[in-house]
C-alpha cells in the first residue's frame, strides 16, 4: 500500500471528542425552512462514546483523487455474534467514498452505493478501506472502494458509488 497523504480527520487523532454540526430543517415539501445549529447534531459516524463505535482515521491523496480509512468496528456495532453489522460497514465506506468525493468534487451527495460483502469482518478488528476516485462526468463523480485487513491477504468488501454534485440552481438537493 503507497503512503497516503493529508490526515483529514477521524478519532484517533486530535481531540476525540464528537463535534456539534447545524442542520437545515426542512418542511413537508423538502424546502429549507429554517437553518439553526442543533446543540445535539454529530455527524454519525461520531456518534457513540470514543471506543465503542466507529473508530477511523481518513488520508487523502490530493494527486491521485484517493482516500484511505483505517476503521476498527468497536463493540456496539455487532452484527451477527462477533462480527460488524453490515450497516456500519455500509456506513464507513459511503464515508470514505464520500470524502474521496467531496473533496475532489466540492458539495456532493450519494445517489447510488453497492456493495458486495465477500467475507465478514470480526469486531475489533482493524481495516483498511481504498477508496479512489475512477472518473468524472459532468456533475457524477464515480468512486469505488475496496475493505481488506490490514495484512492485505483478506478481501471483506467492494463497492462502487455514485456522487451527484449539487447543482445551485437547484433550491433543495
Ligand atoms: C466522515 C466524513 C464523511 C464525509 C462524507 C459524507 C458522505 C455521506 C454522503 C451521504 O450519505 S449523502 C446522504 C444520502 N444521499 C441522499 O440522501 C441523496 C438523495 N438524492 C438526492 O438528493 C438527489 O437525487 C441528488 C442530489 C443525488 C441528485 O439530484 P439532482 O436533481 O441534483 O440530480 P439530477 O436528477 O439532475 O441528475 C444529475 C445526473 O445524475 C444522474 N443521477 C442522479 N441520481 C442518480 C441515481 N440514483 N442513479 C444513477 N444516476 C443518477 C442523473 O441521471 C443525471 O445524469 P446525466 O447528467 O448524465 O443526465
Known sequence: MSIPINLVRGRGVGS??????SLCLRGADSKPVKEEPLSQARLF??????GLGFEYAMFHNQV???TVCILQGGPYLQGIPGFLHGGAIATMIDSTVGMCAVLTGGAVMTANLNINFRRPIPLCS??????QLDKIEGRKLFVSCNV????????YSEATSLF????PKKTSP
Open 64 to 66: 491521485e483523487n484517493r
Open 164 to 167: 451527484v454534485k449539487l447543482d
Open 148 to 155: 481488506q485487513s490490514l495484512d492485505e491477504k483478506t478481501l
Open 126 to 131: 482493524v481495516v483498511v478501506i481504498n477508496s
Open 45 to 50: 459516524p461520531r456518534s457513540l462514546e470514543e
Open 16 to 21: 476525540g471528542r464528537p463535534r456539534q454540526d
